[in-house]
């Protein structure tokens, strides 16, 4: 009834407002205390619904100062063990990305405020409704007294935003135990395109490199030295130039030939996206892009790989003049990785090229490449049930069809995820296009909170009727 519907939605709101209160910055050591009092509130929340919950401790953090700091919890639950029924395993986490007022917030980051239908507050759409959207999905069963369609598990963690330490290693650890008897995998840490709701089935992968240039044994003076000292920074920069050219093509040997070719069938599904170009520039405050026609941005934005350069460690970059040679500088930058590229052969493409080029400037500097992060991307069968309940359960909910789409970011989890558990994925977003995720005024609307919530009651509704052969 539309009584009862308004109540809920006021406790869902509520629920909402106690936990976005809740300063879980995993940042920020000083927070530690707040992000372990996170894990218990959500643990808590879900034995008081009945589930089998665990608080799994993996360990510790060390410091880049050396020393120790317990990890958060990882919280497990379940609800059902009906050998008859399939299973699926909701992973979230309620961590989140820092904030203060004095950042540019128009309201209090961790005071969640309601203003004309949009839940502002850190954390609101990344990742905390979302999750909580799932565990109110579950209660709403309950409270109708029906039984549930599928057993639902849940893992969520508190230590995504810098990295989600731990969780490779707990997943590989109850793979055999607590994994065993899951069907499917449900990501919700992601948002919509536009207006229309979207199911995700890609993600892109990430190379992190540094290039370090080395050369005389102290910063110089430029007007002492200047002139007969072969400069680092010169070097640098010059073997960066050296990439990408202005038009973003990539110039290392091997990455463009790696990435798998785009299908007649995928154009056609990118030319069916609802995605608004010129919002996308306001929205960036540019007035042109790299590519002019929707398809050839969103491929690039999804399937393609690029190169981006972060920043040079060593280089002068405060305010005023500063005369000086840079002894040693080091480049930071990252490449998107994309189905077919790995990890492995691009550190060697990279290193090599970087070499290469280096050598032939014939300088005596030392040049030395690491990569820091090697993460895959992921990718899912559309045609999988998975998507097709995914499909039906948006049509029931929105009346409409749901967009099929990629996210140029990268959520490592669902790699991890597939190549451990080998189980099927979905990511089912219920963020807004809008929802400004990791920056100032963040906020979820109260439709994609409610809606969602109903979207989920729908899903698991669907995957009940899965056939059980297709697994």
């Known amino acids: 009834s539309k009584k009862e519907y308004n109540i809920h939605r006021y406790v869902f709101i509520s629920a909402l407002r106690d936990w976005v209160a ?25 034995r008081l619904m009945g589930g089998t919950v665990e608080l799994v401790d993996i360990g510790e953090q060390e410091l880049p100062d050396g020393q120790t700091l ?67 999905a579950v209660e709403a069963y309950q409270a109708l007294n029906m039984e549930l369609p599928v057993n639902v598990k849940f893992v969520i963690e508190g230590m995504e935003e810098t990295g989600s330490n731990g969780l490779d290693a707990m997943i590989l650890a109850q793979r055999d135990t607590f ?7 449900i990501i919700s840490d992601c948002g919509w395109l536009s207006r229309r709701p979207a199911l995700t089935y890609g993600t892109r992968g990430n190379c992190y490199f540094y290039a370090e240039v080395e050369g005389p044994k ?10 007969t000292v072969i400069e680092p920074m010169t070097d640098l920069v010059g073997i960066l130039d050296t990439m990408i050219s ?27 996206i609802q995605f608004d170009i010129d919002n996308y520039k306001n929205k960036i405050g540019v007035n042109e892009l790299m590519y002019s026609n929707k398809v050839d941005l969103l491929a690039h934005m999804w399937r393609y790989p690029t190169v981006s350069i972060h920043g040079i460690e060593g280089a002068f970059s405060d305010p005023g003049t500063k005369t000086v040679i840079p ?39 030392k040049l030395k490449v690491t990569m820091v992060i090697g993460a ?26 749901p967009d099929l789409i990629r996210e140029g970011g990268t959520i490592p989890i669902a790699r991890t995820f597939q190549d451990v558990t080998g189980k099927s994925i979905i990511m089912m977003p219920i963020g807004g296009f809008d929802d400004g995720l990791h ?13 969602g919530t109903k979207l989920f009651v729908a899903y698991l509704n669907e995957v009940s009727q899965i056939k059980h052969t297709s697994v």
Not at 439 to 451: C, F, H, T, V
Request: hydrophobic letters at 35%; proline letters at 7%.
């Open 22 to 46: 809740i300063e879980s910055d995993s940042s920020n050591v000083l927070k530690r205390p707040d992000l372990h009092r996170m894990m218990e509130m959500a643990a808590q929340k879900l």
């Open 327 to 365: 002894a040693k500088v080091t480049a930071k930058f990252s490449i998107r990785q994309v189905p077919n590229m790995d990890p492995a052969m691009v550190k060697k493409q990279v290193t090599d090229y970087l070499h290469s080029v280096f050598a032939k400037r014939k300088s005596p500097n």
């Open 70 to 136: 317990a990890l958060p919890k990882v919280v497990t639950a379940q609800f059902g063990n009906d050998p008859n029924k399939h299973t699926v395993c909701v992973y979230g986490h309620v961590d989140v990305q820092p904030a203060k007022l004095e950042d540019g917030w128009a309201t209090d980051p961790y005071n969640l405020t309601d203003i004309n239908g949009n839940l502002y507050g850190r954390g609101a759409s990344d990742n905390k409704a979302p999750v909580l959207a799932w565990i109110h």
């Open 246 to 272: 202005p038009s973003g093509k990539i110039l290392i040997p091997g990455i463009r030939e790696a990435v798998a070719p785009l299908s007649d069938e995928e154009w056609r599904m990118y030319q069916d």
């Open 218 to 227: 102290q910063d110089l003076h430029s007007g002492v030295y200047g002139g």
């Open 179 to 185: 994994f065993s008897d899951v069907d499917y995998i």
């Open 439 to 451: 920056s100032q005024n963040e906020k979820m609307s109260r439709y994609n909170y409610i809606e």
């Open 376 to 401: 895959k991307p992921w990718l899912a069968d559309t045609q999988h049930p998975l998507y097709d309940a995914g499909k039906a359960a948006v049509k029931r909910v929105f009346d409409m069809d």
